[in-house]
C-alpha cells in the first residue's frame, strides 16, 4: 500500500516535469499546474487516499508529497520564466528596426532662385512699409511709355526694343508701367513695390533674355528728396548685398529727373545693380497729381542680375533651364 502510493507520487513527479519541460506555450503550462496541483488535480486526488493510511506512514508519505509538490511547482516556475523570456524576446526581434536600412525617399521642392531673390527684396521692402502691388504683362503704349514721360518720338524708346502685338498692344519693357497704374488708383503718400516679367526684343545669350524679371519701387509724399531715395536704395542694396560700397552715377530715364544709376563693387568690381532717380514731373502730371504739393523717388532692377551676382550663376539661360541638377543647389 505505502510503496504503492509512494510509486504513484514518484511516477506522477516524473511525468509531470517530462509534461513541463515539454510545454511550449503559457496556456498549456497553466493547464499543467491546474492538472497537477490545482485543488482538483492529480497530486490531490493521490494524497486524499492518505486516509486510508496507518499513523506511521502517514508522515513519511506527507513529505514524499510535499517534496513531489516543490519540485512540480519550482519545474513550473522556471519554465514559466524561460516561456516569458522567449516571448519578450521573439517580440523584440518582431518589432526590430534596422536602422541601417536605406529609408523611403521623399522628393523636396525648392524655392527657384528667382523667386528666392523676388521674395527676399519684397520682405525687405514690406519692411520698410511698401506694399506689394501687381500690373499686366500685356500694356498699351501709354502706360508703358507716353505716361512715364515717353512720347512716340522720343528717343529713349530705343533703349528698350520692343514687342509690339497685332491689335497695337505691346509687351511691358519694364516694370515702370505699374507706377502710372498704382498712382491711377490710389491717392499719396505711396509706397509701393512692383515685382514682375517683362519683355525685350533682345538677341539671347549668357547675359540677356527676351523675357526676365524686375522689381519696380516707388514713394511719392510731399517733401521726399533724392537723399531718401538715396537712402532707401542703400537701405535695400545693404540688406540683399551686405555692407558693401555703393556709389550713385548720374544717368538718364525719361521718367526721373535727375536720374541716377547705382553701382556696387563687388569682388573687386564696380557693377551696375539698378536705376533710380525723382519722379519727373510730368509723370505725376499724367496722373494728376500736383507736382507743386508731391515729390517721390522710383528705381527698378533686374533680378535675374541680382541673382547671378548672389549665387554666382555664369550664364542666365540657366535660370530658365529647369535643369534639377542646377536648381537642386538652391
Ligand atoms: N525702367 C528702367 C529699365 O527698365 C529701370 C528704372 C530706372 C526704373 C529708373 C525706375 C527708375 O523706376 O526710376 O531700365
Known amino acids: 500500500m505505502t510503496s504503492n502510493l509512494e510509486t504513484q507520487l514518484l511516477a506522477l513527479q516524473q511525468e509531470g516535469e517530462n509534461a513541463i519541460a515539454a510545454a ?33 506512514e502517514r508522515p513519511k508519505i506527507g513529505a514524499i508529497a510535499n517534496t513531489v509538490k516543490e ?3 519550482t519545474s513550473l516556475d522556471k519554465q514559466r520564466a524561460a516561456l516569458e523570456t522567449a516571448k519578450i524576446q521573439a517580440q523584440l526581434e518582431a518589432e526590430t528596426l534596422d536602422v541601417t536600412m536605406p529609408g523611403i525617399f521623399r522628393p523636396q521642392g525648392r524655392i527657384h532662385p528667382l523667386n528666392g531673390i523676388i521674395d527676399r527684396a519684397l520682405d525687405i521692402f514690406v519692411g520698410m512699409g511698401y506694399t506689394v502691388a501687381q500690373g499686366s504683362e500685356m500694356e498699351t503704349d501709354y502706360y508703358n511709355f507716353e505716361a512715364l514721360n515717353t512720347p512716340p518720338d522720343h ?51 549668357a547675359t540677356h533674355s527676351a523675357v526676365f524679371h524686375q522689381i519696380e519701387l516707388l514713394a511719392i509724399d510731399e517733401g521726399l528728396t533724392f537723399t531718401d531715395l538715396k537712402g532707401t536704395v542703400k537701405m535695400f542694396l545693404q540688406a540683399m548685398f551686405g555692407d ?19 553701382d556696387l563693387q563687388w569682388n573687386g568690381r564696380w ?10 514731373p510730368n509723370v505725376l502730371k499724367s496722373v494728376g497729381y500736383d507736382p507743386e504739393i508731391y515729390t517721390g523717388f522710383a528705381a527698378g532692377f533686374g533680378v535675374e542680375r541680382f541673382a547671378m551676382v548672389l549665387h554666382q550663376i555664369d550664364d542666365i539661360r540657366r535660370l530658365y533651364a529647369s535643369d534639377l541638377r542646377f536648381l537642386r543647389q538652391f
Not at 244 to 262: C, D, G, H, K, Q
Open 271 to 280: 557693377l551696375e545693380v539698378m536705376g533710380c532717380g525723382m519722379v519727373d
Open 24 to 56: 511550449d506555450t503559457l496556456e498549456r503550462l497553466e493547464e499543467l499546474r491546474v492538472n497537477y496541483l490545482g485543488k482538483k488535480g492529480q497530486l490531490g486526488a493521490l494524497l486524499r487516499s492518505m486516509g486510508q493510511m496507518s499513523a506511521e
Open 244 to 262: 558693401l560700397p555703393i556709389r550713385f552715377r548720374a544717368s538718364y530715364f525719361p521718367f526721373t529727373e535727375p536720374s541716377a544709376e547705382v
Open 155 to 205: 528717343p529713349a524708346r530705343d533703349m528698350q526694343d520692343t514687342f509690339y502685338l497685332p491689335d497695337g498692344n505691346l509687351l511691358r519693357t519694364h516694370t515702370s508701367s505699374v507706377q502710372i497704374r498704382y498712382m491711377e488708383k490710389e491717392e499719396p503718400p505711396i509706397r509701393v513695390v512692383a515685382p514682375g516679367r517683362v519683355y525685350r526684343r533682345d538677341n539671347v545669350d
Open 71 to 73: 519540485s512540480l511547482q
